[in-house]
């Protein structure tokens, strides 16, 4: 019996791969943090990994946090008045 186009495709995935219900996951989450629809806590909840696990994970598949110049002055302008206090 003659494979169908998509088992076919699924097998060589498979066998490329491994395991593909979490290669599955773990696109969904980089994808979720690139879209900003999950934090980095939340990825690495969903995929069961530590702090620098989660951080290893996005940086290898170049999911990095988006942020801004504006961001930045806006956390030095919070840390210069928590320093002052």
């Excluded at 995935?13 to 934090?39: F, H, K, N």
């Excluded at 696990?53 to 840390?79: G, I, P, V």
Aim: net charge negative; glycine share 8%.
């Amino acid at each position: 019996m003659r494979l169908s186009c998509r088992e076919d495709i699924g097998r060589q995935l498979e066998s490329a791969w491994g395991d593909m219900p979490r290669r599955a996951l773990e696109a969904i989450a980089v994808e979720g943090y690139r879209s900003g629809a999950l934090t980095r806590a939340e990825v690495g909840r969903v995929l069961g990994l530590s702090y620098w696990e989660t951080e290893a994970f996005l940086k290898e598949r170049q999911a990095y946090l988006s942020y801004s110049e504006a961001d930045l002055e806006q956390d030095r302008a919070a840390l210069d008045g928590a320093l002052s206090e």
